[in-house]
């Protein structure tokens, strides 16, 4: 099932290659050392499954960067809090591997829960100050689950690039962190946000919302786009800007926000007046319904 270089014949002729299922860290191992024999770098795009077109742009990035493109689909449950979504957070693994295959990805790793934490497991990855507001302060424990399946994961797939989306960009800053902070030989890529067609940042829990919430979640982009605008304008003061994305999220009836925060771009610190020097970023996390949305944009003066 893993030999390196699998491929098959399609109608017409044409050969298509095949995506390789690995469902252990041998298999892995295998899948690695053959490709590592081939030559050309290893890119990694980490994914919880419910796969959509913003992890698809991370497999097209990939492929554009790196000679073999690995996928995983993990659901990690160190991440999600006791009352969190884990139990029901979609498993559609069928349909994203049909994805994945069609995106060009090369092989996916497909771990259980006991392979990730085996019997006795017992250690942690705690990232420091950035992971402690924000998401971090509404799920308390979550970055903690992330840091130590990200640290797991980039050590067994032992990758040369891994590829994150910035629709979580405090995930993504904080695995930046522990990358660099414990030496871990691999290149941390942010890719843009992928938006539906009224702004919406795509994202497995959208499937969540029912259709009439679905209409007002399009609010956050444009609470951000108000924001950006007022800074356009001229406006500096963070909590003025704070003040306009939120006033445009409770006209819109999203009244569960959980934070709207502008923010040093890199080290997510509070800002009270935003200068010429730098662009922040403005993240928002709302609950809709059953859904809990996140999204952000760098507040820049000039496109
Ligand atoms: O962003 C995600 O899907 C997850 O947090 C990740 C990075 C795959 C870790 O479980």
């Known amino acids: 099932m893993n030999d390196a270089s699998r491929t ?5 002729g044409v050969e298509e290659k095949l995506m390789e299922r690995l469902t252990n860290a041998f298999e892995l191992a295998r899948w690695r050392a053959a490709r590592r024999m081939q030559g050309g770098m290893i890119g990694f795009v980490p994914t919880m499954g419910a796969l959509h077109a913003g992890h698809l742009s991370l497999i097209e990035a990939a492929g554009r960067q790196c000679a073999h493109v690995v996928a995983s689909i993990f659901v990690n449950p160190t991440q999600f809090g006791p009352q969190e979504d884990f139990s029901r957070y979609p498993r559609t693994l069928e349909p994203d591997c049909a994805m994945l295959a069609e995106a060009g990805c090369d092989a996916v790793y497909l771990p259980e829960v006991a392979e990730i934490y085996p019997e006795g497991f017992q250690t ?24 130590l399946v990200v ?25 930046r962190r522990l990358v660099t902070d414990l030496a871990l030989p691999v290149q941390v890529v942010g890719l843009p946000i992928i ?19 679905r209409v007002r979640a399009a609010a956050l982009h444009q609470a951000l786009l108000a924001a950006r605008a007022a800074r356009r304008a001229g406006e500096e003061v963070g909590r003025e800007l704070e003040r306009i994305a939120r006033a445009h999220l409770e006209q819109a009836g999203l009244d569960q926000v959980e934070y709207v925060a502008v923010r040093a771009a890199d080290s997510l610190q509070p800002i009270t007046r935003v200068t010429d020097q730098e662009d922040p970023v403005m993240l928002l996390a709302v609950r809709l319904g059953s859904a809990r949305l996140i999204d952000n944009m760098i507040l820049a003066r000039v496109d």
């Open 8 to 12: 098959g014949a399609v109608e017409g």
């Open 124 to 147: 942690s990855v705690r990232v420091g100050s950035l992971a402690e507001d924000l998401c971090g302060r509404v799920r308390p424990g979550h970055f903690d689950g992330v840091a």
């Open 151 to 175: 640290t797991i994961l980039l050590n067994r797939v032992q990758p040369d690039s891994a590829f994150f989306g910035l629709k979580d960009y405090q995930q993504f800053l904080i695995v």
């Open 195 to 213: 938006r539906e067609a009224d702004g919406l940042a795509m994202s497995s829990r959208n499937r969540y919302l029912t259709p009439e919430e």
